[in-house]
C-alpha cells in the first residue's frame, strides 16, 4: 500500500509564495506520474500541474509562469512552487501518484489535501 502525505500549506498574502511537498511512502517500485490537484469551496476539483518520470511537466493555463512543479525520484517527491500567488489560488491542495509496486500492480493514490489560503 502506498502513503501519500503533502505538507506546506498555509495563509500567504497576495503575491506571496509557498512551497508544497508530497511524498509516496510504501513499496513503491517506481512513480509514473505525479500531479497536483485543487478544490476550491462549491468547485470541481481541477488540475493544476503534473509531471512524469522522465520531467515533463504540464500546466494549467490559470497558473503558468506562476507555479512550477518539479520531482526527486529517489524520494518519491514532488514538489509545487506557487509563486505571485493570487486570492483566486485558495482552494485544498490534493497530490496525486500514479505507478507501480514491486508486485507489478498498479497504484494511483491521492493525499488528504493541504489547504492554501490566499488573502490579505
Known amino acids: 500500500q502506498v502513503q501519500v502525505a503533502e505538507s506546506g500549506g498555509g495563509l500567504v498574502q497576495p503575491g506571496g509564495s509557498l512551497r508544497l511537498s508530497c511524498a509516496g511512502t510504501?513499496?513503491?517500485?517506481?512513480?509514473?506520474?505525479m500531479a497536483w490537484y485543487r478544490q476550491a469551496p462549491g468547485k470541481q476539483r481541477e488540475l493544476v500541474a503534473a509531471?512524469?518520470?522522465?520531467?515533463?511537466?504540464n500546466y494549467a493555463d490559470s497558473v503558468k509562469g506562476r507555479f512550477t512543479i518539479s520531482r526527486d525520484n529517489a524520494k518519491n517527491t514532488v514538489y509545487l512552487q506557487m509563486n505571485s500567488l493570487k486570492p483566486g489560488d485558495t482552494a485544498v491542495y490534493y497530490c496525486?501518484?500514479?505507478?507501480?509496486?514491486?508486485?507489478?500492480?498498479?497504484?494511483?493514490?491521492w493525499g488528504q489535501g493541504t489547504q492554501v489560503t490566499v488573502s490579505s
Open positions: 509531471i512524469t518520470s522522465g520531467g515533463s511537466a
Open positions: 510504501g513499496s513503491i517500485s517506481k512513480i509514473y506520474t
Open positions: 496525486n501518484l500514479g505507478g507501480i509496486y514491486y508486485s507489478g500492480s498498479y497504484f494511483n493514490n
